[in-house]
């Protein structure tokens, strides 16, 4: 029903993607919406049952169609310091699952249950420090593959670095630094490089 009551001339769609889904824009006409339309009341259901959506009207004059693009990344937060943890995870919202944990018994715990494609690991936590965790994940075969960003108040980049952590973010964290980061990681080959030094 889009295309048949578009204008005439050739059709613009707007294709983006993001972390876990793909999102198209096409022009609407007005008054056209899942209500007035079986068409797009059974496309929508289509895309709600796969974890998708449809909206019209935002923005004004646009189809959108949200389409999941197979699983979206995981990634474990591990911070004592809930605030903290929250607030890189209000970051990271959209296209990410996310989890965290506030000691490192709670990360290996979730580690064991699903393995996340990335790990934001803080320095000082109770009872086992962040640099014993990131030597254990990295001397393991079963985890050495996942991506680890050091993310803490100390300064010590080199030596993250050598332990095999990718990265190295100091707190407070921000955001234009800790996004491009995440996807760089999470985007990059699977090849078994050696991590370039990619600190913040």
Not at 126 to 136: F, M, V, Y
Request: aromatic fraction near 4%; proline fraction near 10%.
């Amino acid at each position: 029903e889009v295309f048949t009551h578009a204008p005439p001339g050739p059709l613009k769609i707007l294709v983006e993607t993001r972390p876990g889904k793909i999102i198209w824009q096409i022009p609407a006409p007005a008054g056209l919406s899942p209500l007035t339309s079986t068409t797009l009341s059974v496309c929508q259901g289509i895309l709600e049952v796969y974890g998708g959506s449809l909206e019209v009207g935002a923005p004004a004059g646009f189809l959108t169609a949200d389409l999941p693009a197979g699983r979206a990344p995981s990634i474990l937060v591990v911070d004592d310091n809930e605030d903290a943890a929250a607030l890189v995870q209000r970051y990271l919202q959209g296209g990410y699952q996310l989890r965290a944990a506030h000691s490192g018994a709670e990360a290996e715990a979730l580690i064991a249950e699903s393995q996340p494609d990335l790990i934001l690991l803080d320095v000082i936590l109770p009872h086992q420090d962040g640099w014993n965790i990131l030597q254990r994940l990295k001397t393991l075969p079963e985890t050495a593959h996942i991506p680890v960003i050091i993310c803490s108040v100390l300064t010590h980049p080199d030596l993250a670095l050598l332990m095999g952590a990718e990265g190295v973010l100091q707190k407070p964290v921000d955001p234009e630094i800790l996004l491009p980061l995440v996807e760089r990681l999470l985007h990059r080959s699977g090849s078994a490089a050696a991590p370039g030094r990619l600190t913040g």
